[in-house]
């Protein structure tokens, strides 16, 4: 079966068992097989272009891992298993449509949630022969999950609420012969019920798939987490650096339009592997302090420090952060190479290989991503110069991205050249706006700011 799917190019037949599952689910209640075929030749042409066509393609998200695909079937299961009794037993206007979608655009994006309404709207519509049902929710699925698909608060989700209250009222106006006083009361209470339930839900959907929306990634960034508290007490210099990435990359992030919540609370998390072995960087060392590279082998080094890696991805998975956040940790440094130590171990050893010092990757494989690579490798390199000059910190910064570009290492994140140069103007900005404000420190804390440095 899976030869086939890929012969003809389809991306996963877990779509396929969906689809049958949801037409199985309708006819548990009243089965009739031509009925059946029917919908399910139907539903395989609007599952093939909505989903394989326009969704697995387009969204990063089910490229990085299976959970997304799957939380997406089960949602979109559980939006027809739930709604169809409700429709039987009270009428079109209870249906509990708008919960899994909306779930689907907080946990994934605005088109993800749609699809699944769409698709749970063209079936359920379609296995009552009910143009009213069609009629009367793909504009409040489109409206709703609209109003919601960026927001980090839970009082947006409730405001979204109210005004697709007034679009129901509405819609069963354009129907008079619904239109009474039992429809309008379900119509504007149905939305409200939904935010509750879908507020109640999201938590747990969270801790379990460990797929974030932006309001649990709110949460995690109020800087409370356990392991950001370990790391400023054991890596302070990496925690200083790491705010310093999340605000770069989150002006970065806002500008290109990209999610900039996800950026700034991923960047406060990309380098907690260093809390095992802070000393190794030398971010953390005090003043005056002995380097400990100096006294060991490069390649020695190389490994120390590719470690943080591996133990970030550890710390990841032990206190189950958000798996787009554990993503980020290898890919922040993608497959670059330790110049640094490849240099030093190219002068004990002048046959050392290139890729002995490179990191495991992947690339970037989504633009949040990217920008977090761009962002880190610019803080650690502005904190080494000692200049407050526009001119050489704008040349710094275009090195910067320009050798990260070259080095082809944004090749897979989907980031395009106009972006990058409006993620320049933007680092530029934000650097310029904090030397300026480093002007005002006192003279030592100048210094202390400009010896933090970072090996790459
Ligand atoms: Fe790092
Ligand atoms: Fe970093």
Redesign the pocket.
Known sequence: MSEIFKKLNLSNFEGLIAVILSILVLNIFDYNLVKMLNEFVFLLFAWYFLIEVLLLKNIYHFRLHKIYRFTFYFLYLLGIFVTYPFIKQYGFVIAPFLITTLLLTLLMSYEVGITAGVLQVLLLSFHLGSFTIFAYYIPQILFMNFLIRNINRRIEVAKSAFYNSILAVILLLLQPSFFNLYNVTISVLNPFVSTVVILGLLPYIEYFTRIYSNIGLSELGNMNHPLLKKLSIQAPGTYYHSIMVATLAEAAADKIKANSTFVRVASYF??IGKMIRPYFFVENLPQNAENPHEKISPFLSHIILED?IKSGIELARKYKLPLRIEFIIPQ??GTRVQKYFYHKAKEIDPSTSEEAFRYPGPKPQFKEAGIIMLA?SVEAAIKSINTTSYQSIKEVIENIVSGIYNERQLDESGLNLRELELIIEEFIKVIINITKARIEYPKEDIQKVVQVNDFK
């Open positions: 990309h380098d943080h922040h440094h880190d």
